[in-house]
């Protein structure tokens, strides 16, 4: 699946988006960003506070707890500061 | 086209004309436009990030719920990214109703829930040239659209 960051979390990331291939323990939302959080120093800056985390499925806002399963695109952000 | 999500400025005064172009049956259009402020002077410039497709997508649904609550006769929503000064426009909103409280109602709505649910994030360059960096999301953005949420 595809995965896109935002704002400071693609900056501490190092990129805008990439290729991932989680493995199949890795279920819901929550899983993957504590996945993607044991990466390396960077995504671990990223993903310190997962609560303040926002998370969209193929575009569409997605609590923690949402199984991954099946999304093409998954996108993590800051909390939202349009407007 | 109801929804615009662009770099370019616009004309709000021109928009809001737009909805009421040729027709008898409004008699109230609520025109919202938010700007850039200078902080003080501080701030030189704003950069706003956006999720394309995404941002789009979620002023439709914000968008689509408003028409669904008040008895609109017309939407228009702008809302710009990119680089942005001081006193320049960020976003707008336009209702239009037969009456004012369905436009004035639906604005804000519009306004409470598209801070809240749409994938924009600003960011702050001081007018000393410096990176202030990314702006926090205020905890009453948040109350503001949960106050329309519905028992």
């Not at chain 1, 997605?62 to 800051?78: D, H, L």
């Not at chain 2, 976003?91 to 994938?119: C, N, W």
């Not at chain 2, 007018?127 to 702006?135: C, F, I, P």
């Amino acid at each position: 699946m595809k995965a896109r960051y935002f704002a400071w979390v693609r900056e501490r990331v190092g990129k805008a988006e990439e290729e991932i291939d989680p493995p199949a323990e890795i279920v819901t939302v929550a899983d993957l960003i504590a996945w993607l959080g044991r990466r390396d120093e960077g995504y671990a800056h990223a993903f310190e506070n997962p609560k303040i985390i926002r998370a969209a499925l193929d575009r569409a806002h997605v609590k923690p707890e949402a199984a991954i399963a099946g999304a093409r695109e998954i996108a993590f952000f800051p909390p939202m500061t349009g407007g | 086209m109801e929804i615009s999500v662009q770099r370019e400025d616009f004309d709000a005064a021109a928009e809001a004309r737009r909805l009421t172009q040729g027709r008898g049956d409004i008699g109230a259009v609520v025109t919202f436009v938010g700007l850039c402020r200078d902080e003080d002077g501080q701030l030189s410039t704003l950069e706003i990030e956006h999720y394309p497709g995404m941002a789009e997508g979620e002023i439709a649904a914000v968008a689509a719920e408003a028409h669904a609550r008040w008895p609109l006769k017309g939407l228009r929503i702008i809302h710009r990214f990119g680089e942005i000064g001081p006193g320049e426009q960020i976003v707008m909103v336009a209702t239009a109703s037969t009456h004012r409280g369905a436009a004035f109602a639906a604005a804000e709505f519009l306004m409470d829930y598209l801070k809240a649910r749409a994938p924009f994030w600003k960011r702050a360059r001081r007018a000393d040239g410096t990176v202030e960096g990314w702006v926090e999301a205020k905890e009453t953005d948040e109350a503001s659209a949960a106050r329309w949420s519905r028992a």
